[in-house]
């Protein structure tokens, strides 16, 4: 077996964009499709095994301003190699160590071509779909709830 990954020719920004998509996907969407395509029986290691702590969370005073100390957050980090030699990262919010461990495996496979374009239609872009009608779906929420203030100008009541 050649041990060189077969690596697809991808961008930065289309990698930006799947690990954004993993990153922010939760289990329940996840999962149905990944179970889809009977993937399971791929071989892999944890080079770092799934392992959760706290992130701290900056902020920008009027969202451009000087930084500030936020919070912290619950972070769950791995990562994992392919028996090809492909590496996948993940870090999610929460402690599901699952669930890093397969966008991590997800990671790795996009960045092969005998499973790219089968992860990026069946897999990825399904749940792209999802995260932005959810989005939209919130944004319609807040603004349906929005109140606008206004001051009135005292005069002449004549």
């Not at 990954?5 to 993993?22: G, K």
């Not at 000087?66 to 919070?71: A, D, H, K, T, V």
């Not at 996948?88 to 402690?95: H, K, N």
């Not at 995260?131 to 349906?144: D, F, K, L, N, S």
Request: hydrophobic share 35%; glycine share 6%.
């Amino acid at each position: 077996m050649d041990a060189t990954p077969s690596h697809s020719h991808f961008s930065i920004a289309e990698r930006q964009r799947w690990m954004a998509t993993l990153a922010h996907s939760q289990p329940d969407d996840l999962n149905p499709l990944w179970d889809a395509l009977h993937l399971n029986a791929l071989e892999w290691k944890n080079i770092r095994p799934a392992e959760t702590g706290l992130t701290q969370i900056q902020a920008h005073t009027g969202g451009s301003g000087q930084r500030f100390f936020l919070g912290d957050a619950t972070l769950t980090r791995a990562v994992i190699q392919l028996s090809s030699g492909t590496y996948g990262y993940s870090y999610q919010l929460g402690r599901d160590k699952s669930h890093a461990e397969r966008c991590a495996l997800i990671d790795a496979l996009l960045q092969e071509r005998e499973h790219n374009m089968t992860l990026l239609e069946n897999l990825i872009n399904p749940l792209a779909a999802l995260q932005q009608e959810r989005h939209q779906q919130r944004a319609q929420e807040i603004a349906a709830s929005r109140v606008d203030f206004f001051t009135l100008v005292r005069g002449d009541n004549s």
